[in-house]
């Protein structure tokens, strides 16, 4: 039976912060991308384009294989440590080299051909404007829209290929930070919860796991030092209030 419980996710560092936006664009873009509608078309772009400025950062290539150089390093100390799963730990080496050798064959700066791109450019431009991507605004684009689903599939699938190494990089560093630890039971006193992190290591996220029924939702905030988290009540979406109950909930630490 499938977990109903909500996880909310908080990055403690910009790095993991990017990658999260960049897996909500490429899900995004994934479900949209294969319904034969033109409103999941456009939003299927809407979400390629925003990968695309994100990835206009210079510095996100050389980030994610530093973060990559550090997990193989990291990882790589645990082939002697009794209890280890070897299989399993050679398998995540092999996917992070495969995912590595990917990226560095990437020529240029990631993203760069649908940067360049006249025709998404001009779908860009337009989308800054509020109902920007009219008809009257974009032709190309309306008669883009207006053409066979195979044609749009296989132009969505050209624009995929270009980011797909980031895809995959992003996607195999995430489940790496999820996994690397596990969930613990802890008690919010007065819906809130406040913990102290270690020096020196290397927090990557908090993930905080609630049963819908109790009608809270998490408000994480925290830094290299400490984070601390609100359990606010739902009923009311533009006046929340903290909950004054105790609760108890579920909450991972992601330490890698």
């Known amino acids: 039976m499938p977990d109903s419980r909500i996880t909310f996710e908080q990055p403690l560092n910009e790095k993991c912060r990017t990658m999260l936006r960049l897996e909500h664009l490429f899900e995004q873009f994934d479900y949209h991308a294969p319904h ?20 206009a950062r210079a510095d996100i290539k050389s980030e994610l294989l530093k973060e990559m150089d550090r997990y193989h390093l990291s990882l790589s100390r645990m082939a002697d440590l009794p209890n280890v799963d070897h299989h399993r730990l050679q398998h995540i080496l092999q996917n992070l080299r495969q995912a590595q050798q990917a990226l560095q064959g990437v020529h240029g700066q990631l993203g760069a051909a649908l940067r360049n791109s006249e025709f998404l450019n001009a779908v860009l431009q337009r989308s ?4 920007g991507g ?16 195979s044609e749009r599939m296989l132009q969505f699938d050209d624009w995929r290929n270009e980011v797909v190494a980031v895809h995959e990089a992003v996607e195999l560093l995430l ?26 290591a290397a927090i ?23 984070f601390s988290i609100r359990f606010m009540h739902s009923d009311d979406l533009d006046h929340p ?4 109950q105790d609760l108890d909930f579920d909450l991972n630490v992601s330490i890698i």
């Open 36 to 55: 034969d509608n033109p409103w999941h078309a456009r939003a299927a772009l809407r979400a390629l384009l925003d990968i695309a400025v994100i990835l």
């Open 128 to 131: 800054a404007i509020p109902g």
């Open 134 to 149: 009219f008809d009257f605004d974009l032709p190309q684009l309306h008669h883009w829209l207006s053409q066979p689903h």
């Open 175 to 200: 489940g790496l930070i999820r996994h690397s630890t596990t969930f613990a039971p802890r008690q919010a006193r007065k819906g809130f919860y406040q913990q102290t992190l270690p020096s020196g």
């Open 204 to 226: 990557q996220m908090v993930q905080v796991r609630l049963s819908p029924d109790l009608r809270l939702y998490a408000e994480i905030s925290g830094g290299k030092h400490r």
């Open 241 to 244: 209030v903290q909950t004054e």
